[in-house]
């Protein structure tokens, strides 16, 4: 499960884009117990929690999922926003390998001054056999700012780099992945496409379009080529660059420092490219449209709007297809989706007065997923 809880003081923060809300389901003593007995109700092995706000985590959000059987992980927001992203498992389905946090907000890069968490984890299911398969389960909430898709980009890019180092395996390949969380980005956008397809080329892209959030021409500075600095340490391909020390050979002839120049000159403007790539096969387990109307779903429905932002991705199995016709075909690795709770359109969301409403106590819907773990 992946669900964006509403921290109380966000809420409280954006009292504007609750106006339609009844007061009395707006408070955290009657919206928690809401979101609890929607978590016992679906029952899942893992979650991926966003907003989780410190207090109530460390008061209530804790003993509660403990008492009912998980494990729980939290990363908590660098700056004076104090909430997080949380992961929690059920601690009779799997082991926990590695617990990798990863800050977004970085004091030696100007660019990345936001205070957005991810949390990546290495779980390895409990099977009565030994050598049971790992996988990785990633969790993050990227800047909300529609204008500011160049930090989206890059908080994506670190969150991928730390996926990448964590779900590496001996023999070069990926254990399967999971990746959740609000990215703050629609179906469609650049950023999504870039998930989905593993590459983008940002050349002459829009600050303000990487996410899709708005169609406004506001935030319309292209961005730049590369987007991050290269003292981030994280390569085009969103992997962590192994930092290499010039080496020093003694050559007959010193060269000059024009030559030096040049080669410098050369290596730069080898070096901007426009393409970012990643390494996984990532697909949705959402369509984000239903199929008999094409009208959109919706994962978050407020007073100002009602958009998909959450997402779970996750490693889609390749099919192996021999050359000659009539062959199996063989699953490769990767998770088989076999069943997801569907989400609503805007339309049914207002017939029960937006979110959070009686029932449903966050302004974000719950995305559920089903998934078979191939041996």
């Not at 002839?253 to 024009?258: A, E, I, R």
């Not at 192996?320 to 359109?345: F, I, N, Y």
Request: with cysteine; glycine share 6%; net charge negative.
């Amino acid at each position: 499960m992946s669900y964006n809880i509403l921290s109380q003081d966000l809420l409280e923060d954006n009292s504007h884009l609750y106006r339609h809300c009844r007061q009395p389901v707006l408070h955290w003593s009657f919206r928690f117990p809401n979101i609890l007995k929607e978590i016992k109700h679906f029952d899942a092995d893992v979650l991926c929690l966003q907003e989780v706000q410190e207090d109530h985590y460390g008061a209530e959000i804790r003993p509660s999922l403990e008492s009912l059987g998980y494990h729980c992980e939290y990363k908590m927001r660098t700056g004076r926003k104090p909430d997080g992203c949380a992961i929690c498992f059920k601690h009779s389905k799997f082991s926990l390998l590695s617990v990798n946090p990863v800050e977004f907000y970085r004091r030696d890069v100007p660019l990345l001054d936001r205070d957005n968490v991810g949390l990546v984890l290495l779980l390895q299911p409990k099977l009565p056999r030994a050598a049971s398969p790992v996988i990785c389960v990633a969790n993050t909430h990227l800047l909300y700012n529609p204008r500011r898709g160049d930090i989206k980009l890059t908080q994506l890019a670190m969150l991928l780099a730390e996926i990448s180092s964590v779900a590496h395996q001996k023999d070069g390949s990926f254990c399967p992945i999971v990746m959740c969380g609000d990215f703050n980005s629609v179906p469609g956008s650049p950023l999504y496409s870039f998930i989905k397809e593993g590459k983008l080329n940002y050349e002459g892209l829009a600050i303000g379009k990487v996410s899709g959030q708005e169609q406004s021409s506001r935030g319309q500075r292209i961005l730049s080529i590369p987007i991050w600095p290269p003292n981030l340490g994280i390569s085009q391909n969103c992997v962590y660059e192994v930092q290499q020390l010039p080496k020093v050979e003694k050559t007959d002839g010193d060269l000059t420092q024009t030559e030096l120049d040049k080669t410098e000159v050369l290596v730069t403007a080898e070096k901007l490219s426009s393409n970012l790539h990643h390494h996984f096969s990532l697909s949705s387990v959402y369509s984000h449209y239903f199929p008999d109307t094409g009208i959109p779903e919706v994962t978050t429905c407020h007073s100002r709007s009602a958009i998909t932002v959450d997402y779970i991705f996750y490693s889609a199995e390749k099919e192996d297809v021999a050359g000659q016709p009539g062959a199996e075909v063989a699953l490769v690795g990767g998770l088989k989706l076999l069943a997801r709770l569907s989400l609503l359109t805007e339309q049914d969301l207002w017939t029960v007065n937006g979110l959070p409403n009686e029932n449903n106590s966050s302004d974000h819907l719950p995305l559920l997923a089903k998934f078979r773990l191939e041996l």
